[in-house]
Nanobody, 125 residues
Framework: QVQLVESGGGLVQPGGSLRLSCDAS????????MAWFRQAPGGEREFVAA????????DYADSVKERFTISRDNANKMGYLQMDSLKPEDTAVYSC??????????????????WGQGTQVTVSS
């Protein structure tokens, strides 16, 4: 059974940092592209960042470029999202997703088959 479990969310002040983790099990992780999406209350799920199977290709939403960094550890089946210089508008539930079908990592949530439950990130003073 495939499971993606996020952790690392919480409450942080504006300008602060958080590191989210995505623990993958039940799949050959190195064969899957991985991405992070977020959904704010009343909003749609939006793309945050994606990383290729090997980690050699990354992509970011314009709103998080230069502030967030996506990475992965295939040996330990882990994905990460380092979030720096956080802003109140980053407040959302963050979810990791994985899919093996495409040649490159995708940015549309409909292109991802496996999803985690999400972790809440709240940026507030």
């Amino acid at each position: 059974q495939v499971q993606l479990v996020e952790s690392g969310g919480g409450l942080v002040q504006p300008g602060g940092s958080l590191r989210l983790s995505c623990d993958a099990s039940g799949l050959t992780f190195r064969q899957y592209h991985m991405a992070w999406f977020r959904q704010a209350p009343g909003g749609e799920r939006e793309f945050v960042a994606a990383i290729s199977r090997s980690g050699g290709v990354t992509d970011y939403a314009d709103s998080v470029k230069e502030r967030f960094t996506i990475s992965r550890d295939n040996a330990n089946k882990m994905g990460y999202l380092q979030m720096d210089s956080l802003k109140p508008e980053d407040t959302a539930v963050y979810s990791c997703a994985a899919d093996a079908r495409w040649p490159t990592p995708m940015i549309d949530p409909s292109d991802y088959y496996y999803w985690g439950q999400g972790t809440q990130v709240t940026v507030s003073s």
